[in-house]
């Protein structure tokens, strides 16, 4: 149990596009998703957290408007990076919090991006 | 400072050996603490999950908390090839929203 989804695993973009990133919690119901952000030998940085029919929540430094996030329904979440830009290319991460159980996240596989 | 620090290695030791990870953090409110596992480009998976201080076995795997001198530390026993990763550590505070601070990962290979 406790699984969670990224698609696509891997994407590769032109400069000026956009992307999206989806994340599905597949056995179970998930108020709150997390995305990180990943880059080679750094730790994981939270980008922001998104809530079942509500804002994300943002954290400082995030482009609100750049990395726009929805949580439509209660096993889905979406990342899309607007107008993308090299400096973009990472390895987003997300999370789920099992809503109907204890505290725990359950991480995605990721999706690294290249943005050329 | 950052609020979780933790040595990135990397960290070679021979197949059986006992491995010692360990975290620090400046955040007194941190009050949930977790290990996680990272393969290389995979997500995270949650290997320990422990409240407050104290200490916690699973297997192979003993988690510890010392609250009062603001570290943590995961041991593997008998480690195994297959435990080559990069081991991160993660906490929050009660009232983050669930929100997890990770410390940058260490990078453990075990050799046979």
Known sequence: ?116 | QKEVEQDPGPLSVPEGAIVSLNCTYSNSAFQYFMWYRQYSRKGPELLMYTYSSGNKEDGRFTAQVDKSSKYISLFIRDSQPSDSATYLCAMRRSNSGYALNFGKGTSLLVTP
């Open chain 1, 1 to 116: 149990g406790a699984v969670v989804s990224q698609h696509p695993s891997r994407v590769i973009c032109k400069s000026g596009t956009s992307v999206k990133i989806e994340c599905r919690s597949l056995d179970f119901q998930a108020t709150t998703m997390f995305w990180y952000r990943q880059f080679p030998k750094k730790s994981l940085m939270l980008m922001a957290t998104s809530n079942e029919g509500s804002k994300a929540t943002y954290e400082q430094g995030v482009e609100k408007d750049k990395f726009l996030i929805n949580h439509a329904s209660l096993t889905l979440s979406t990342l899309t990076v607007t107008s993308a830009h090299p400096e973009d290319s990472s390895f987003y991460i997300c999370s789920a919090r099992d809503t109907g159980g204890g505290d725990e996240q359950y991480f995605g596989p990721g999706t690294r991006l290249t943005v050329t």
